[in-house]
Nanobody, 126 residues
Framework: QVQLVESGGGLVQPGGSLRLSCTAS????????VGWFRQAPGKEREFVAT????????YYGDSVKGRFTISRDRAKNTVYLQMDSLKPEDTAVYYC???????????????????WGQGTQVTVSS
């Protein structure tokens, strides 16, 4: 059974940090792009970051570039999202995603990813 299981969300003050984890099971991540999208209430889904599992190349949304870092542990089949300098506007449900054989132009399109986790809430507030 294919599963993406996220963890690590929570409440943090502005300027703080959180690390999200996503562990994949039931399939090999080779040739997959694995990453994160987010959605805040009343807003459209937004691309956060993704990486190509095999080569490790990373891609970021403009609003998080320089503050968030995506990485992977191949032995654990896990992708991480280190979020630093968090802002209230980062508040959202964060979803882990995986998609096979995505071309460059599809990486920022949520519809291109076949697998989605259940989501984890991140709240940035004082």
């Amino acid at each position: 059974q294919v599963q993406l299981v996220e963890s690590g969300g929570g409440l943090v003050q502005p300027g703080g940090s959180l690390r999200l984890s996503c562990t994949a099971s039931g399939f090999s991540l080779d040739y997959y792009a694995v990453g994160w999208f987010r959605q805040a209430p009343g807003k459209e889904r937004e691309f956060v970051a993704t990486l190509r599992w095999s080569g490790g190349h990373t891609y970021y949304g403009d609003s998080v570039k320089g503050r968030f870092t995506i990485s992977r542990d191949r032995a654990k089949n896990t992708v991480y999202l280190q979020m630093d300098s968090l802002k209230p506007e980062d508040t959202a449900v964060y979803y882990c995603v995986a998609g096979n054989g995505l071309i460059l132009s599809s990486l920022r399109n949520g519809d291109a990813y076949a697998y989605w986790g259940q989501g984890t809430q991140v709240t940035v507030s004082s």
